[in-house]
């Protein structure tokens, strides 16, 4: 049987490895990998693969970390943890 302090942070490890995968991928395919097929596409007259390298990522860095605070203050409602 699962604790339930053990499930809140089996979730939360769930969700950190999720998003840092994604936070991975990102930064290595669209900033290294991809770049080839990414150059045949533009916005605002850069190459869609140098403008992820430079500033695509970072925006979904940003992104992130605020799905990861949605996702945190529901599971802390869930398990009864929250601030309010």
């Known amino acids: 049987m699962i604790r339930p302090s053990n499930?809140?942070?089996?979730?939360?490890?769930?969700?950190?490895?999720?998003?840092l995968f994604i936070?991975?991928?990102v930064s290595l395919g669209a900033g290294v990998l991809f770049v080839?097929?990414?150059?045949?596409?533009s916005i605002g007259?850069?190459?869609?693969?140098?403008?992820?390298?430079q500033q695509g990522s970072i925006y979904v860095f940003?992104?992130?970390?605020?799905i990861y605070v949605f996702l945190?203050?529901?599971l802390d409602?869930?398990?009864?943890?929250?601030?309010?």
Do not use: C, P
């Open 62 to 66: 940003v992104a992130l970390i605020f």
């Open 23 to 25: 936070w991975f991928a």
């Open 7 to 19: 499930a809140y942070w089996r979730t939360n490890l769930l969700y950190m490895v999720v998003l």
């Open 36 to 41: 080839d097929q990414l150059d045949q596409f």
């Open 72 to 74: 945190m203050n529901r």
């Open 45 to 53: 007259g850069f190459k869609l693969g140098f403008w992820m390298a």
């Open 77 to 84: 409602k869930k398990h009864g943890v929250d601030e309010s």
